[in-house]
């Protein structure tokens, strides 16, 4: 009797190699996953840690600074550090010559910033490359190469030696708005450079047919600017102002250059730490504290403004055309 091969088929065996791949798959993802979310949670814990030892700092009393068992949570809080940085910084009117002065700033550089882009993006004339040329250079240019340029200039003001033919002296513009004024509205200020680089990109990418339409339409250069370009560029002109006013509000070059006798945030919280008064040395925890408490008074203002306006800055951001 002869013996026959028997054929069994097996159907799943071919799901085998298939599966294998899944699980794999599967697997691989997940632990892409978890790195990522520990890669998260570690960059979570190097910036909000920090943030929430200062936060809760500022409720110690001077036996909780003292007592080496007290961590996160005090003992025995209290609002003495919110109330002395409060009345020492004369919170109220710091707050106001602040505000003035940064919202000018950012007023300013967005004005520029809109019409010197809009120039470089659209029109075409001699030396247009020089002028992009200069604002790449601005960009580039460390603020501190030209310091005392700048205050001797808004010390003693002149133009061409007028100042000094009619008045007698030069005009002293120190202390006032007419230096963050002068350097915003040409574009020289702290990162003018790259506000007028964010809006030629941006304007780069409006099509040309939407101008000439508007054009046809009988709108000239200035109405077509005025009427289509300026509403479209809404959401960056807002950001630019968000940037220009965040960085002149915590700026200390320009206040210790500029303000050494106005009373800004910048130059109030730095002096919270050369106080020696009410038993308070300094290089001491307890006025570690107090410049901490002042920093975060200050920046309380800006968390707020950046809460209601951040779809502006958001929808500014992605529209900016700058990518990586």
């Given at each position: 009797?002869?013996?026959?091969p028997i054929?069994?088929?097996?159907?799943?065996?071919?799901?085998?190699?298939?599966?294998?791949?899944?699980?794999?798959?599967?697997?691989?993802?997940?632990?892409?996953?978890?790195?990522?979310?520990?890669?998260?949670?570690?960059?979570?814990?190097?910036?909000?840690?920090?943030?929430?030892?200062?936060?809760?700092?500022?409720?110690?009393?001077?036996?909780?600074l003292?007592?080496s068992?007290?961590?996160?949570?005090?003992?025995?809080?209290?609002?003495?550090?919110?109330?002395?940085?409060?009345?020492?910084t004369?919170y109220?009117?710091?707050f106001?010559?602040?505000?003035l002065?940064?919202?000018?700033?950012?007023?300013?550089?967005?004005?520029c910033?809109?019409?010197?882009?809009?120039?470089?993006?659209?029109?075409?004339?001699?030396?247009?490359?020089?002028?992009?040329?200069?604002?790449?250079?601005?960009?580039?240019?460390?603020?501190?190469?030209?310091?005392?340029?700048?205050?001797?200039?808004?010390?003693?003001?002149?133009?061409f030696?007028?100042?000094?033919?009619?008045?007698?002296?030069?005009?002293r513009?120190?202390d006032?708005v007419?230096?963050?004024?002068?350097?915003?509205?040409?574009?020289?200020?702290?990162?003018?450079?790259?506000?007028?680089?964010?809006?030629?990109?941006?304007?780069?990418?409006?099509?040309?047919?939407l101008?000439?339409?508007?054009?046809?339409?009988?709108?000239?250069?200035?109405?077509?600017f005025?009427?289509?370009?300026?509403?479209?560029?809404?959401?960056?002109?807002?950001?630019?102002?968000?940037?220009?006013?965040?960085?002149?509000?915590?700026?200390?070059?320009?206040?210790?250059?500029?303000?050494?006798?106005?009373?800004?945030?910048?130059?109030?919280?730095?002096?919270?730490?050369?106080?020696?008064?009410?038993?308070?040395?300094?290089?001491?925890?307890?006025?570690?504290?107090?410049?901490?408490?002042?920093?975060?008074?200050?920046?309380?203002?800006?968390?707020?403004?950046?809460?209601?306006?951040?779809?502006?800055?958001?929808?500014?951001?992605?529209?900016?055309?700058?990518?990586?």
């Amino acid at each position: 009797m002869m013996n026959h091969p028997i054929h069994i088929k097996l159907p799943f065996i071919k799901q085998l190699p298939g599966l294998h791949k899944t699980t794999g798959y599967r697997v691989g993802k997940t632990a892409a996953t978890l790195f990522k979310v520990l890669f998260l949670l570690v960059i979570c814990f190097t910036v909000v840690y920090p943030f929430i030892t200062k936060t809760t700092s500022m409720f110690m009393s001077r036996t909780d600074l003292t007592d080496s068992t007290v961590k996160l949570i005090p003992k025995a809080p209290t609002l003495w550090n919110i109330t002395f940085v409060f009345k020492y910084t004369n919170y109220i009117n710091t707050f106001m010559t602040t505000f003035l002065i940064s919202l000018l700033s950012g007023v300013c550089s967005a004005l520029c910033a809109c019409l010197v882009g809009w120039g470089l993006a659209r029109y075409k004339f001699f030396g247009r490359g020089a002028v992009f040329a200069v604002v790449v250079f601005v960009m580039i240019l460390p603020p501190q190469t030209i310091m005392m340029g700048l205050f001797t200039k808004f010390r003693d003001f002149d133009i061409f030696g007028l100042f000094t033919l009619l008045l007698g002296k030069p005009v002293r513009l120190s202390d006032g708005v007419w230096p963050v004024v002068m350097l915003a509205s040409t574009g020289l200020i702290f990162r003018g450079g790259l506000y007028i680089f964010i809006m030629r990109q941006f304007y780069s990418g409006i099509p040309k047919e939407l101008v000439e339409a508007a054009r046809i339409d009988g709108c000239g250069h200035a109405a077509t600017f005025v009427r289509i370009v300026l509403p479209l560029s809404t959401a960056m002109l807002v950001t630019i102002l968000l940037f220009s006013f965040a960085w002149m509000w915590s700026d200390t070059t320009y206040a210790a250059l500029f303000y050494n006798n106005t009373k800004l945030f910048a130059n109030q919280v730095s002096q919270l730490s050369w106080i020696q008064s009410e038993g308070i040395l300094y290089n001491t925890r307890i006025a570690s504290v107090l410049v901490n408490t002042g920093v975060l008074l200050s920046m309380l203002p800006l968390l707020l403004i950046y809460v209601f306006l951040q779809k502006f800055f958001v929808e500014g951001v992605e529209r900016s055309g700058i990518t990586g």
